[in-house]
């Protein structure tokens, strides 16, 4: 039997579930709590990993689904999920396939999810079909540097990072982004090339 890419990743993220808390510290305090403040309503948490951001949702969150498609991050989840202020659905599934309907979430965010999505266009395209037209899609992500000789670093490498954690540290998201139809309402820097990004489709009007 074939086992593909997401099969191949998923078992890389459940060796690694244990030790993961630790790997998520790269994403400062601060960043988390200032991406999830803008979210509120039914929110949608694509790649929940181990519930990292479950305690810097604001009360005005109605509710937070988080998706992995890794069973052994979301047993760590889990225990997070105990402490929320607010419901919280966990539930094992493919970032590449959401199973909702089209316009279910009020907000949609994602951090550090698309350097590993095997098809990070397709799951873009998710994200915006399961966004609802007047939601807000948040984003922070690490992506290859802009510099050239980084870059070009980072794409040497890559062929490591992915053996050994499933993550691509050269992906071109911002394109990736835009490829998916969505369009880049806030671009901001944090640190090397890690960015916070508020995305809205094309015909959503930026509020």
Known sequence: MKTNRSDIIRKRYDRISGVFDVMERMIKKEWRADLLSKAEGEVLEVGVGTGANLSYYPPRAAGVTGIDFSPGMLKFAKQKALHAPFPVT???????????????????VA????????????????????????GKVLLL???????????LVMDLLNPVTVRISGANINRRTLQNIEKAGLRIEENVPLMGSIVRSLVLNPDKPAN
């Open 141 to 151: 992500e690490h992506m290859r540097s802009e510099q050239p000789v980084l870059g």
């Open 90 to 108: 966990l539930l094992e599934m493919d970032a590449q396939h959401l199973e909702f309907p089209d316009n279910s979430f009020d907000y949609v």
């Open 111 to 134: 951090t550090c999810v698309f350097c590993s999505v095997p098809d990070p266009i397709a799951g873009l395209k998710e994200i915006r079909r399961v966004c609802k037209p007047d």
